[in-house]
Every structure is written in structure tokens, then in C-alpha cells.
């Protein structure tokens, strides 16, 4: 999630959707007052710097003993800076803010700065949320199961990230300025720096959690598991007009 005071925009964060590479693109060209929360790594390791509001917060939220640790150890408190981010402003923003949040947390910002999320297929989203959820556990439940949880309301308690259209609509209702596909990434994120007044460079788009062996989306899918990604994300589907992978 980021809000750009000096370019004024707002990106909504929607998990597996080529965020933090979108995060890690922007933030290199952030003012000192902008906020990003989340995908911190990918952004310093595309070339991004924390800015003066990541420094104070480190020094308001973190211990002088982690500061002088990280500093003798990287000659650098960079990698501090999305710790440092969190807890200053947790409990009011996250990672992955909806609308709603942002909106309440600034006003004005909300009202006149250019808002914008990424969006992907809900039947390949849901395979890499899967696997991107269980990526560290010793055992995982099935494909199916994991969208059993979800739609049996367990996903807060599984802390299972799923929610998507929640994030970048109010009352069923778009309320972005625009709304990029990850399938046309680069395309669309060009169209976004047009907007916002920022050159697009290729060579700085990484994909930041990419899987260099793309999973066969079909094999995850078993008998009755294309009905229920239909009916947890039946607005985005039907709004985008995404269809099952051929």
C-alpha cells in the first residue's frame, strides 16, 4: 500500500497480483513523506532508499541496540525501514489497506490524489495464494480445503489473505481510478506512470515473487472447486469478465 504525497497517488495493495513489484517500481521514486507499507525487501532490492519518515519511525518504534545492530552490520538501517513503517502506523493502515481504510486515515488525499489497484484472474489468484500461504508449512491442506476455510469464514483466524474486489470498491461499486490487469503488468503500469507523471523504465520492473516453474492452474482444481472460486470472488469475476484458464 502506498500514498505518494510528492506524486500524489494512492496504490491499493491486492495480494498475488504483482503488488510488491508494483511497490518495489514506485518506491523508487518516493518524496520523504510518502508511506509504504509492505514489500519493503523488494523495493530496497530494486534500488529504493528509506525515506525521512521511515528514519523517524525507526527511531520512535525501534530499540537503539536493533538500530546500531543493523547499522554495524549492513553499514546501512534501510532494511529497518518496513518494521519501522508498521508499527508506526498499525492499527490504522496495513499492507494491504482497503479503500475504506485509506480514505479514513486521510481525507484529503483520498479526495484528490489518483487511485489505482492491480487485479488478476480469481481462478489463477487462488492457486497462488495457495501455494503462496503454505509456502512454509510442514504439512498443508488441499486446494479445495484451503477454499473450504474460506468459505466456511475461517480465513481471518487461518490468517488466509484472500479478500480482493473488498479491497478497491465500496458498496459493490469500483470507487479506484483506474484498475490495471497483472496479465498486462507492464502495459498497465506504463499507463499509471503517464498519469502520475513518472517515466516507465522496463528494466526496474521485477518480478518480485514470480515462480519461475508456473504451476498447471487446472491440476489444482478438483470436482466442485471452480464453483466455489465463483462464489467467493463472483463480483470481480463477472465485472472483469475472467473465465477458467483454457
Not at 513503517?85 to 489518483?114: C, K, M, Q, T, V
Not at 498486462?184 to 528494466?203: A, K
Amino acid at each position: 500500500m502506498i500514498i505518494s504525497h510528492r506524486h500524489k497517488f494512492i496504490f491499493i495493495h491486492v495480494p498475488k497480483t504483482a503488488g510488491s513489484t508494483v511497490s518495489a517500481y514506485l518506491a523508487r521514486e518516493f518524496g520523504p513523506w510518502d508511506v509504504q507499507l509492505g514489500s519493503w525487501k523488494d523495493a530496497l532490492g530494486n534500488g529504493a532508499k528509506a525515506n525521512r519518515l521511515a528514519l523517524i519511525a525507526m527511531f520512535r518504534h525501534l530499540s537503539p541496540l536493533k538500530i546500531a545492530q543493523t547499522l554495524v552490520r549492513n553499514h546501512s538501517v534501510d532494511s529497518l525501514a518496513g518494521v519501522a513503517l508498521s508499527r508506526r502506523f498499525a492499527g490504522r493502515l496495513a499492507d494491504h489497506s482497503s479503500a475504506s481504510e485509506i480514505e479514513a486515515f486521510d481525507p484529503s488525499a483520498w479526495n484528490r490524489y489518483f487511485k489505482f489497484c492491480f487485479v488478476r484472474n480469481p481462478f489463477e489468484r487462488a492457486v497462488s495464494l495457495y501455494n503462496w500461504h503454505y509456502r512454509k508449512a510442514d504439512t498443508r491442506p488441499s486446494f479445495s480445503q484451503m477454499l473450504c476455510l474460506i468459505e466456511a469464514g475461517a480465513a481471518e483466524k487461518e490468517r488466509i489473505n484472500w479478500k480482493s474486489w473488498q479491497l478497491y470498491t465500496k458498496n459493490d461499486e469500483v470507487v479506484v481510478d483506474f484498475v490495471g490487469r497483472q496479465e498486462r503488468l507492464s502495459e498497465d503500469l506504463r499507463t499509471v506512470c503517464d498519469q502520475i507523471g513518472l517515466p516507465f523504465d522496463e528494466r526496474f520492473l521485477t518480478r518480485a515473487k514470480a515462480n519461475p516453474r508456473r504451476p498447471d492452474i487446472r491440476s489444482y482444481y478438483k470436482p466442485g472447486d471452480r464453483e466455489r472460486v465463483e462464489r467467493l470472488f463472483g463480483a470481480e469475476i463477472e465485472y472483469f469478465k475472467y473465465r477458467f484458464p483454457d
